[in-house]
């Protein structure tokens, strides 16, 4: 087959672990920590997007087709996330999460959730969630099919549990695996087999 005129004859896909207070952009005008001082390739842009106040998981691609699939709301690909919110939920907000709750006069899609026993292994964060806190926190393992502006944020203030850390730690079949935050690479062959699959 032939290459259609003007086409990368092969396109870069780099996953990357967003750090906390880091702009998702690849660049920020007002001069902000941006995913470009950490991920210095040119050509490539961000699929999907995560909060400055959120950490994690991001895939970067020239491949607009394929950052399209993954990324638009109508492919619902699943988005995981471990979510640190304050106090310990039970059962009946557990389930709200699951079933939907209003944000902003809309109901969002049902949700999987799990409690998780204890804290996750997760890098610590570069700022300190809170100093001489009393109030328990526990750890949920959050996963969409869709993405709202703040989601789980919203979500789970709803149900009285604020969010104060979160972290993505699966976009479709890409998972975060030894990446450290700040630190970027290519997908594997297989990796990227998977993604194309889906």
Known sequence: MQARENMPAQYRYLLAYKPYDVLSDLTDPEGRPA????????????????????????????DGALAH???????????TYLVQVENIPNARALQALRAGVEVKGTRTAPAQIDLLPGEPDLPPRSVPIRDGAT?????????LHEGRKRQIRHMTAAV????LRLVRIALG??????????EWRDLTASELATLRQT
């Open 135 to 143: 109030v328990p926190t526990a750890w949920l393992r959050i996963t």
């Open 69 to 79: 699939r993954l990324t638009h709301p109508r492919h619902k690909q699943p988005k």
């Open 35 to 62: 995913l470009g001082d950490y991920v210095p390739v040119p050509g490539v842009h961000e699929a999907g997007r995560l909060d400055r106040d959120s950490e994690g998981l991001m895939l970067l691609t020239d």
């Open 173 to 182: 079949p890409l998972t975060i695996g030894s990446l450290r935050p700040g």
């Open 160 to 163: 009285g549990h604020p969010t």
